[in-house]
T-cell receptor
Framework: ETGVTQSPTHLIKTRGQQVTLRCSSQ?????VSWYQQALGQGPQFIFQ???????GRGNFPPRFSGLQFPNYSSELNVNALELDDSALYLC?????????????FGPGTRLLVL | GDSVTQMEGPVTLSEEAFLTINCTYT??????LFWYVQYPGEGLQLLLK?????DKGSNKGFEATYRKETTSFHLEKGSVQVSDSAVYFC????????????FGSGTRLSIRP
């Protein structure tokens, strides 16, 4: 059973640029959630995707958007990057088929915005 | 709204000491409760969970009991090891929403040999 994987591991961008982060869910999981973890803080929920549809969103502006693909992998897109977007971005997968709410996390993508 | 409050760190202990990290929550109804651990440079790992009142989650010598009356889910371990050094996050999933995990701010634990 493969775990959650994310790419890239590290990324440096400049203010105003756009970025795409990728996540492959754990085998058998159909739900992907994204979180932002600023330095020294707990993760904050961005949004969740289930069956290719957004299924809940946290308090993040529309320039944070996402996709889920038929194989349940997912992308997080952030437009017009700001310095405060510098953080560790975590992806988590789970399965709603069996009402399994436990989410399993990937290693994260560390984004630095200069 | 729903929230999690956990004791501020850093917590520094000697090896084989007893560990308690306090966690309390505010939520409507009966959420599911979790402890996650984050080792240096890594993502989050699920440590243990409890889904209803009086349940005890346990793993790797760590334990936490879901206390409805005190809205608490304190993490304990009888004898810590250097390898337990990490950041520990208490978290909940609201009963009415399986979408999002609400995390506490984390407690950094350092164990001295």
């Amino acid at each position: 059973e493969t775990g959650v994987t994310q790419s890239p591991t590290h990324l440096i961008k400049t203010r105003g640029q756009q970025v795409t982060l990728r996540c492959s869910s754990q085998s058998g999981h159909n739900t992907v959630s994204w979180y932002q973890q600023a330095l020294g803080q707990g993760p904050q929920f961005i949004f969740q995707y289930y069956r290719e549809e957004e299924n809940g969103r946290g308090n993040f502006p529309p320039r944070f958007s996402g996709l889920q693909f038929p194989n349940y992998s997912s992308e997080l897109n952030v437009n017009a990057l700001e310095l405060d977007d510098s953080a560790l971005y975590l992806c988590a997968s789970s399965s709603k088929i069996h009402n399994q709410e436990t989410q399993y996390f990937g290693p994260g993508t560390r984004l630095l915005v200069l | 709204g729903d929230s999690v409050t956990q004791m501020e760190g850093p917590v520094t202990l000697s090896e084989e000491a007893f560990l308690t990290i306090n966690c309390t929550y505010t939520a409507t109804g009966y959420p599911s409760l979790f402890w996650y651990v984050q080792y240096p440079g890594e993502g989050l790992q699920l440590l243990l969970k409890a889904t209803k009142a009086d349940d005890k989650g346990s793993n790797k010598g760590f334990e936490a009991t879901y206390r409805k009356e005190t809205t608490s889910f304190h993490l304990e371990k009888g004898s810590v090891q250097v390898s337990d050094s990490a950041v520990y996050f208490c978290a909940l999933i609201p009963r009415d929403s399986a979408s999002k995990i609400i995390f506490g701010s984390g407690t950094r634990l350092s164990i001295r040999p």
